[in-house]
């Protein structure tokens, strides 16, 4: 993990200057996605990680082909230009690219901001937002074309693009593996063999010869899913806006009890309830407190929250 606890301060307080500072509305236009998602890795790496633990929250990072959240985004941009990426990639502003805790780096993601309605493709590169209440850090120009830079946080939903991301994790997979040096192994000989004779033949045993194993087969990277797609040409897509609202969810359970004993912790917190979800592995219990009337009232009550003992608690918008 490239970034330390300082990243996280430094996004509140670049979130809390564009408050501040009146920015000029960015136009809605055409954009590339050769672009969005960077062709140039700048000499990163295919990148997993292992679980991290940020002021005492546990990231578990995976290839989770089926992601899918809703929560606030923040955007970076000018203190962190040209400086290495968690995956060893150099981080442009200027790119479309983001910062996510666990999903693989790189990968695609669909981001829409609920608050406008806008949609584009992302990629992620990097590791954060480590701010508790945030799923995602936008790069400058990310946040410029989802309207995002002017306000400083947004409600957003994440999706991943499952076969485009699994396709650039084969190539890159593939390409690393052939940039490796070859490592050096016992010499692999022709192994021989003897065809006896039948019981009583004078005939003398004839060898066979069998040629070594061949060398492993390496999958070539090719064009990904995306490049060769409709998304060559992406556009910042535009969906109606629908009202949602925030909500902090302290944690979700398979057994009632359990959710109702966190449900009686919570109260001398805030108004919390008990919501049924039906999932597709079963009924989930989920606790929630809200909703919250702002951004900055959510963050206020989920740093309570956490400091009561619930670090899984988190911002979502339903």
Known sequence: MKRSLPRAQMIVLLAGCALLGACS?????TYSVKEAIGQDTRGGVYKVGKPYQIQGVWYYPSEDYNYSETGVASWYGPDFHGKYTANGEVFDQ???????????MPSFVRVTNLDNGRSLVVRINDRGPFAHGRILDLSQRAAQLLGVEGAGTAKVKVEIMADESRQLALNMKAKQQLDEPPVEAAPRDSVVAESLPMPGSKEAPKPVVRAAAPAPVVVGSGASTAETSQLAHQEVKQAPVKTTQIFIQAGAFSRFDNANRMNAALQPLGSSNISQVQTKSGIIFRVRLGP?????????LLEKVIGAGYPDAKLVVD
Do not use: K
């Open 25 to 29: 509305e960015t136009q809605l236009a």
């Open 94 to 104: 200027n790119d479309v690219t983001a910062a996510h805790r666990t999903l693989p």
């Open 292 to 300: 919250l009337a702002s951004v900055n009232d959510a963050d206020s």
